[in-house]
């Protein structure tokens, strides 16, 4: 409306007035940059939901509309479709009806499995508008985003059955990067988990072409992202951001900062930093919610005590990879066992009727387990001491320390530890647990509603800790509450908590654990509760109490529960029990670990 009012009398003037320029311009620049990402946000989320139901039939997740004779009909109607667009071939078209032309004469062939047509064409494609053969990124302007992705994802598949990983990988990563375009533009958590559903299977696709074509490091970032995503992301991308990545967000910061404050060129010359900022913006922000942070391999080895091997597993459709890394390298095993086998595996441990493992009845399972995992790296893991264990997909659950070797419990071999991602466990470092000093806060048997679940042993367990490290306090009955817990526990660089605690298997984030109640706290802390408290002081987080380690694992290898809302409020290690636990037993345990704890032994 400005524009028009001053273009009536004379709009140069109103260009290079300063005070109008002065007025308007920080306005001007707002409204551009918002229009802008709106209605293209918009317009991406509107993609996203029309195109879910293509994609998962794309990918092999099955809608339930379907049947054979509707599947008979589409691909009548794709195979007339193909007839009749290449007779159009032999008209006189303009350069961008024929790039069209031929790109969809790829896209169907594709959907119809017959993958040498569908590669032809697309080698025609990229000849005519002047690309290497197999390129997959020049789609932008004839094709919908959901259509790039199954063209590039269809020509993927091709290639490696064919043999050619090197190309295959590179139309996988095409297919991952522009759907990683559509998962960038949303700002809702569990939206940008359930979009990762259908990148699993991109996923597992592209990082087996990286091993068979014997590209170890970057086989090795590609797993790393997909783990743990919308964790890494809330405990803050931009702080693993190679340079080159930081200096395109201070490179956004400075534009803004000119648009806003004024260069002295007049509305032109800020109508074009606006939009360079705008440009800007999405490279920043994909950058920041997408996995390019990821670490660099060889960072991590530098990072790696000489006595430490990280095992980083990945669970495909029909493979399983473990990596151990190490200061020494890389080293890779591939067994081909499919995700529902390694699940099966998993199940059998979990089904006595507690929940619990009965390991004297599991033995063959704990057995079948060592082998498929750890055997065939076994001999290069001997010289080390520390295990640092990277689970992915169903492997969450497993207890590692329990898996037999032909020397017994591979916790007698090593000091075990986990972690999400390797990405984590490089920011988990700044955190490092010192025992050389620590304030100890320990809660057991807090006043229950229901006196029957008291547990005795657990103010036993808090008292018999805190003597052997003879350092912190413990509190236990009423004054074993929330409300102190909230306001002490920041405070503490070890935290122990002896009490009943609930997994929640249908809402993990209200998984809890109980302490007294009072000052107007219901004495009921959930894993969501504890975002919102600031534990970055606290070093070690103890919570003996049932099923806290349980988490529900979504797409993206996103863990939900306690461990995930400890994790992002700071606290350096947590330690907490997968099952069930008894309260005698419990009581001993501990005493024996805070015993080590206190004379510098091995956690």
């Not at 949303?186 to 087996?208: G, H």
């Not at 409020?569 to 501990?590: N, Q």
Request: aromatic share 10%; glycine share 6%.
């Amino acid at each position: 409306k400005q524009n028009k009012k001053f273009s009536n009398n004379d709009k140069s003037n109103y260009i290079n007035l300063p005070e109008y320029t002065n007025k308007y311009k920080s306005a001007y620049f707002q409204s551009y940059y918002q229009v802008t990402r709106n209605i293209t946000l918009a317009k991406l989320q509107s993609k996203i939901k029309n195109s879910q139901r293509t994609l998962n039939k794309l990918m092999g997740v099955s809608s339930g509309e379907s049947n054979a004779q509707a599947l008979a009909k589409k691909q009548d109607k794709l195979k007339k479709t193909i007839k009749k667009f290449e007779n159009y071939l032999s008209q006189d078209l303009t350069s961008l009806q024929r790039s069209k032309l031929l790109i969809r004469l790829s896209l169907y062939n594709y959907r119809l499995n017959n993958n040498t047509a569908g590669l032809n064409y697309l080698v025609k494609f990229n000849r005519y508008i002047g690309k290497q053969p197999y390129n997959t990124f020049e789609f932008n302007l004839v094709l919908k985003p959901i259509n790039q992705v199954e063209v590039a994802f269809s020509t993927g598949k091709a290639l490696y059955k064919k043999n050619d990983f090197n190309n295959a990988k590179n139309a996988f990563s095409s297919a991952i990067e522009i759907y990683e375009a559509f998962r960038s533009s949303i700002s809702s958590e569990a939206k940008r988990i359930s979009i990762f559903t259908n990148m699993d299977v991109l996923y597992s696709w592209l990082i087996d072409s990286y091993y068979k074509s014997n590209n170890m490091p970057e086989m090795l970032s590609a797993i790393e992202r997909t783990k743990a995503r919308t964790l890494v992301e809330r405990l803050d991308a931009t702080a693993y951001l190679p340079a080159s990545r930081r200096s395109q967000v201070n490179s956004l910061k400075d534009l803004t900062a000119q648009v806003v404050n004024g260069d002295g060129g007049g509305l032109r010359s800020i109508r074009g930093l606006a939009r360079k900022a705008v440009d800007r913006h999405y490279d920043v922000e994909t950058v920041a919610s997408t996995p390019y942070y990821q670490l660099d391999s060889s960072d991590l080895f530098k990072g790696l005590p000489n006595s430490t091997a990280m095992l980083v597993y990945y669970v495909g459709t029909d493979y399983l990879l473990t990596t151990l890394v190490s200061k020494q390298g890389i080293k890779v095993q591939r067994s081909d066992i499919s995700n529902e086998k390694v699940t099966s595996f998993i199940n059998q441990l979990y089904e006595s009727s507690d929940g619990g493992i009965h390991f004297e009845s599991n033995d063959n399972a704990l057995k079948g387990l060592y082998k498929v995992l750890i055997s065939g790296l076994a001999k290069e893991l001997k010289p080390f001491k520390q295990l640092v264990i990277v689970p992915h997909g169903p492997l969450h659950s497993l207890p590692f320390d329990a898996l037999i070797s032909n020397k017994g419990y591979l916790v007698k071999e090593f000091d075990i530890s986990y972690t999400p991602s390797m990405t984590i466990f490089q920011a988990f470092r700044k955190r490092e647990f010192s025992n050389t000093s620590y304030k100890l806060l320990a809660y057991g048997n807090p006043k229950y509603p229901i006196p029957a679940i008291n547990l005795p042993g657990a103010a036993r367990e808090v008292q018999l800790i805190t003597e052997s490290l003879n350092a912190g306090q413990y509190l236990i009955g009423t004054d074993a509450s929330e409300s102190h817990f909230r306001k002490m526990a920041p405070k503490s660089s070890i935290v122990h908590l002896s009490t009943h605690g609930k997994f929640m298997a249908d809402d993990p984030m209200s998984s809890l654990f109980l302490l007294s109640k009072g000052q107007g706290q219901d004495g009921i802390v959930t894993a969501e509760e504890i975002f919102d408290i600031n534990l970055s002081n606290t070093k070690l987080f103890v919570i003996s109490a049932c099923e806290t380690s349980m988490e529900q694992i979504k797409s993206g290898d996103d863990m939900f529960g306690f461990t995930r809302s400890l994790s992002f409020s700071g606290v350096g290690s947590i330690i907490s029990p997968l099952w069930s636990i008894d309260d005698k037993i419990t009581t001993e345990f501990m005493d024996h670990f805070y015993r080590n704890l206190a004379t510098g032994k091995s956690i």
